[in-house]
């Protein structure tokens, strides 16, 4: 066990604000062997086993990014050339046999295209293991691309995962994010926004229970001319869970007519849960608009007293609210299946 | 006419009162840089009892383990090698401006100091370098047991009261500038409202630094008794040399139960100056601080000041801008903690940046657990003039109950073409539009401040905009 110091902010601010950073007193470095539980559906044949080293500008650290390059037991290479009609769907299982998962994702979007790449991540409920990825997107010319990135994992594995895009001109990203598992759930975000009049939404919904902590780095840079973020994150905390949100809009010099806006909410379902925020916004060039917003609060007792009017017991009127937060973000990943899987573990866990 | 407001403007600031300088004279200054023998000999020139000399040392041995700050702007410039830490001016302290030798009169005239003490103030306390050469209160204040006096007088006259409160609020170990300010500090004010005393007409504490390559270290601690109410003003200011100065003053406010204690700070520091100031403070049941902030001056200022609401139904309230302009690098915002009940805080902070200035918003917001039904409203905006400077917002909220309702807004972006254009339609110059809209949007912020405050924020506004056009 060692030490670890990870998930660090573009800009620093108070240590004793405990946010810059999370320290893992724990960490147990994990024996990395064969990973098989995996399941593609890919029917358009775009993906492959390939290995790509990745340079990432944040991340979550050397170390992680380290093991990625030189001991992932899983190199996935996605290469969409054309508009795609159909959804790409990667499934990953974690189980006792496959209780470690160091995985990265290259995905190279050309010019003029189209996807909708889902990658899932699920476990068993008992084990305890660990997980590391990384999703790499390069992102060609007016292309139109959707990434979900599920996380169904247990409460006791160890999730640690970073993203990185580049956005190219005219091009429409859409990340979706499912933060639900994990002892640790660390989580990096970073999307450089390069090309003229490039779009990158961020939509995210996260849940902890028990004891998990939460560190969620969500980083954008906005270079180009007419480039547009928008930041969206609902959570919901119960028991002792604790979360860090970190949400950055960086508007570089040069991102004139650029538009960027974050918004948090956080729903506190016990008095023992914690909530941190850091909604920052960075900018060097006058001739942009950004905004952001967080709030942080309990359910709402109206809303809850209305429901419970209906003869719906308390419980199942906060699953509802809560349901209700996340529903623009489940129902934006326009996969039935994978709904109903998420719909099903919001359930689950709010038991 | 636009011809004519144009020069009304250059000449208001021609005159610029704030980088009067007078001969460096003293009757004492320390030799540069920060060690025992010369924190000793601060102690002696003071005369200080046993217990403030102990205190020094102890807080110069923290100063000596903590480390500089990790965040922020940079601070490479201040080398405190370079700094004379206790200047003490050519007089002891006056309660007639007639006795106050005339170079130092002047400045404070010119200040427009003894003119508002006549039409508006309570009280006035006037440091010039290291020490208060002016102070006065006015009779019935006295009578109803207000203690309105310089910090030296307290620490002699009232001795168990600064004891009992002087660097508890703001610990030494809090961070290394206030482990330095414990180890040096001098000047200040001392400010004592007994129970259910209104004191409706303001008390101002006006610095002064004169003497180049030192630095400023006064400690302000202000007690409002239950019941009470207080505005306190505090003003600052010095010429600008060509090498750094150093502010790092420390307030400790102690609001207790019902009281009410508004601080305001006009800083206007010139932009030589290194302002590494700290001000907290700790607020009983029911009472309330206001804090109305205006940062214009200094080269790098990290200023944030603190509320620690410890009583139920406490309240604060924030309201601040900075003006960073060239070659400034104003880091400022606040702290509070929500200790206690049905706490309740409102903090509005506007920010503007231009000609390579830096203005950067950090704050913390913080709910313990035992703040049940606990209301915070943050809102910041910032307005950048043009792509030369910068503007970064970093605002962290730790909320540790679920009783709480907390929202967080910011905005950013520059003047309106829309804005500029529509005043240019009415046959406003492009000039005047703009610092039209400044003032404007400065105004929720200005409104809160004194008035001669207000005016000089305004033709700061006018200063600073003339500069940036054509």
């Not at chain 2, 307290?154 to 170990?173: G, N, Q, T």
């Amino acid at each position: 066990m060692k030490n670890i110091v990870l998930n660090e902010t573009p800009v620093r601010t108070s240590k004793n604000y405990g946010i810059n950073n999370i320290e893992i007193k724990d960490f147990e470095e994990p024996v990395i062997k064969e990973f098989k539980n995996i399941k593609i559906t890919d029917n358009e044949n775009c993906v492959s086993s390939e290995k790509e080293n990745i340079n990432l500008k944040f991340g979550l650290g050397d170390y992680f990014l380290n093991q990625s390059n030189c001991q992932a037991n899983v190199n996935l290479k996605i290469n969409v050339d054309k508009k795609l009609k159909e959804p790409i769907i990667i499934e990953y299982n974690l189980d006792q046999s496959n209780d470690v998962l160091v995985d990265n994702i290259n995905i190279n979007a050309n010019d003029n295209t189209k996807a909708n790449i889902i990658v899932i991540y699920k476990s068993v409920d008992e084990i305890n293991g660990y997980h590391n990825g990384i999703c790499n997107a390069e992102i060609g010319a007016n292309a139109n691309i959707h990434v979900t990135i599920v996380n169904l994992l247990n409460t006791k594995i160890n999730n640690f995962y970073s993203v990185n895009s580049n956005i190219e001109d005219e091009s429409k990203t859409l990340f979706s994010m499912v933060e639900f598992g994990g002892k640790y759930n660390v989580v990096n975000y970073y999307a450089k926004l390069a090309g003229y009049k490039s779009v990158n939404k961020l939509h995210s919904i996260y849940l902890g229970k028990e004891e998990q902590r939460i560190d969620l780095n969500y980083i954008t840079e906005l270079y180009g001319e007419k480039t547009n973020v928008d930041i969206e994150v609902n959570g919901a905390l119960k028991d002792k869970a604790k979360k860090n949100f970190k949400g950055t809009i960086d508007f570089k010099t040069g991102s004139k007519k650029a538009k960027g806006k974050e918004n948090e909410y956080c729903t506190l379902l016990s008095d023992t849960s914690y909530s941190k925020a850091l909604p920052m916004l960075l900018c060097t060039e006058d001739d942009v608009e950004g905004e952001h917003s967080t709030a942080t609060g309990k359910v709402d007792d109206n809303e809850l007293f209305y429901i419970m009017t209906r003869g719906i017991s308390e419980k199942e009127a906060k699953k509802m609210i809560v349901k209700a937060k996340f529903n623009s973000v489940i129902q934006g990943i326009k996969e039935a299946t994978v709904q109903n899987l998420i719909l099903e573990e919001v359930d689950r866990r709010l038991d | 006419m636009s011809e004519s407001k144009k020069k009304t403007q250059i000449k208001d600031f021609s005159t610029n009162i704030y980088d009067i300088k007078n001969k460096d004279e003293y009757s004492y200054k320390s030799k540069k840089g920060i060690t025992k023998e010369i924190v000793e000999e601060i102690s002696e020139q003071k005369n200080d009892p046993a217990w403030m000399r102990d205190f020094r040392l102890k807080a110069l041995e923290t100063y000596n383990k903590l480390e500089l700050p990790t965040w922020g702007p940079n601070l490479d410039e201040l080398n405190m090698d370079e700094i004379a830490t206790y200047v003490r001016p050519k007089t002891d302290m006056k309660s007639s401006w007639d006795d106050v030798p005339e170079d130092i009169k002047n400045t404070f005239d010119a200040l427009g100091i003894p003119e508002a003490e006549k039409e508006s103030l309570a009280g006035v306390g006037a440091q010039y370098d290291s020490e208060v050469v002016y102070h006065s209160i006015k009779e019935d204040l006295v009578k109803q047991g207000v203690i309105y006096t310089d910090m030296e007088t307290a620490v002699r006259d009232y001795p168990d009261i600064v004891k009992e409160h002087f660097m508890k609020c703001v610990p030494v170990s809090d961070h290394k500038f206030v482990a330095l300010h414990g180890a040096v500090w001098s000047g200040g004010s001392f400010v004592y409202v007994p129970k259910g005393v209104q004191v409706d007409i303001p008390l101002q504490s006006y610095f002064r630094l004169n003497s180049p390559e030192s630095g400023q270290f006064e400690h302000t601690l202000i007690i409002v008794d239950e019941g009470a109410s207080l505005h306190f003003i505090e003003g600052c200011s010095a010429p600008k040399y060509n090498k750094v100065n150093l502010h790092v003053g420390c307030v400790e406010l102690f609001v207790k139960k019902n009281a009410h204690l508004r601080y305001s700070t006009i800083e206007n520091w010139s932009k030589n100056m290194m302002n590494l100031n700290t001000k907290r403070a700790i607020v009983e049941e029911g009472g309330k601080i206001e804090w109305v902030t205006g940062s214009f001056g200094s080269k790098v200022s990290m200023l944030y000041p603190m509320a620690v609401l410890n009583g139920a139904n406490s309240k604060m309230e924030y309201t601040g801008i900075s003006f960073a302009g060239h070659g400034q690098n104003l880091d400022t915002g606040l702290k509070v903690v929500h200790n206690a009940p049905n706490t309740s805080s409102v903090i509005n902070s506007k920010s503007i940046s231009k000609d390579g200035g830096i203005a950067t918003f950090r704050s913390l917001e913080r709910v313990m657990p035992s703040a049940k039904n606990s209301k915070l409203s943050v809102s910041c905006e910032s307005l950048m003039l043009d792509n030369k400077s910068k503007s970064d917002t970093i605002p962290v909220s730790d909320i540790r109950t679920e009783e709480v309702e907390f929202s967080h807004e910011a905005k950013i972006g520059k003047i309106s073409d829309e804005e500029i254009f529509y005043l240019m339609s009415r046959g406003i110059s492009e000039e005047e539009a703009k610092a039209m809209i400044v003032r404007g949007f400065a105004y929720p912020i200005s409104k809160e401040l004194p008035l001669e405050y207000a005016v000089e924020m305004n033709n700061l506004i006018n200063l600073e905009l003339e500069g940036s056009i054509g």
